[in-house]
């Protein structure tokens, strides 16, 4: 059994993170955990504008990567995206999907399920390789 070892956290550190910030007890706590008591650093997380999140261009390839997306866009390729059974495999594998089908893309994906083994498998791509021209691992 894994036993949690929480970092020990300032009430005052919490305290101000909440009253300064505007910042619910619970997030102030997280925070002050995880030693985010810096301003900057607390607006960084505390901000909701999307223009302060990191550029998806600094992902090694990513150019080559939406470059591909753009070019089964335009010769209407059906898609599939491969994603896995943990809580961001499946929320990437939503968001990807979605966001493709947007474009117009003939999109379906796969996950496994049941005793399927993590990961991609050979029988994982021999079940949809047939299907489809562009397959994205998540």
Not at 19 to 47: C, G, H, P, V
Not at 125 to 130: A, E, G, N, V
Request: with cysteine; aromatic share 8%; charged share 30%.
């Amino acid at each position: 059994m894994i036993k949690w070892q929480k970092n020990l956290v300032s009430a005052q550190a919490v305290k101000t993170i909440n009253e300064k910030y505007k910042i619910d007890l619970l997030k102030s706590t997280i925070l002050a955990r995880r030693n985010i008591l810096k301003s900057d650093e607390i607006k960084y997380f505390a901000e909701k504008d999307i223009s302060f999140l990191h550029s998806p261009f600094e992902f090694e390839d990513m150019e080559i990567f939406c470059d591909r997306i753009l070019e089964a866009v335009e010769n209407k390729e059906k898609v599939c995206v491969f994603g896995d059974r943990d809580v961001d495999g499946i929320t990437s594998t939503t968001l990807l999907v979605e966001e493709l089908r947007r474009l117009g893309l003939e999109t379906v994906y796969s996950l496994p399920q049941g005793d399927d083994p993590y990961g991609l498998t050979i029988a994982g791509l021999d079940k949809i390789k047939k299907k489809i021209s562009l397959l994205q691992l998540l």
